[in-house]
């Protein structure tokens, strides 16, 4: 210790203490989180809607182990008090680009596509996922406007969500009149 109150690491076993105060500092602050969450949807005058996610992770198996898994809910009632069932049809599934196996599996409320191997491990590290698919009973048409009521990321996720966007692309001649996007827990205004 120094005349000011100062620690200082001296020797051979001081700066190995260093190297290993080091790595387990940048150990504890790597985690399993989604980076960015980006969506863009296209909107169809027939109420079409094709959606392509890219997710971007880093995995340091944990939790991602084999992949992720993503929840779309397809059940829901509308503000009639009507159970409406979105149709989804998967297109491609991909990790850093390439074709990715998948899975699908019933929930309650909608589907859960299990994107990875169940054979082999994700490398740690920074993965993009992307998934595209097609919706229809999403956009809601109603005598003086069309309103598209979308969650972007969805609400099943276990890990932080550092930023999401989306952008969407409506049918020529379409005019916005009024949007509103929220962040937090499902029923959330924040």
């Known amino acids: 210790r120094s005349s000011k109150g100062q620690f200082l690491i001296m020797g051979k076993w001081g700066g190995i203490l260093f190297t290993l105060i080091l790595m387990m500092t940048s150990l504890a602050q790597a985690s399993e989180v989604i980076q960015s969450y980006e969506v863009l949807a296209k909107v169809f005058p027939d109420g079409q809607v094709d959606v392509r996610e890219d997710i971007t992770v880093n995995a340091e198996n944990d939790q991602i182990r084999h992949g992720i898994y993503r929840d779309f809910p397809t059940d829901y009632t509308d ?25 699908i599996d019933t929930l309650d409320n909608g589907l859960r596509i299990y994107i990875g191997d169940k054979d082999n491990f994700v490398s740690t590290g920074m993965h993009r996922y ?28 276990v890990f932080p969500i550092q930023k999401a966007f989306i952008r969407i692309e409506f049918p020529t001649g379409a005019v916005v009149g009024q949007y509103a996007g929220y962040t937090g827990g499902l029923g959330t205004q924040g």
């Open 130 to 157: 992307t998934v595209s698919y097609s919706v229809r009973r999403v956009i809601g048409f109603f005598d003086s406007y069309d309103e598209l009521y979308w969650n972007v990321t969805g609400n099943g996720w």
């Open 79 to 103: 503000r009639m008090g009507n159970r409406v069932r979105v149709s989804f049809e998967l297109g491609q599934v991909k990790r850093d680009g390439s074709s990715e196996p998948y899975h």
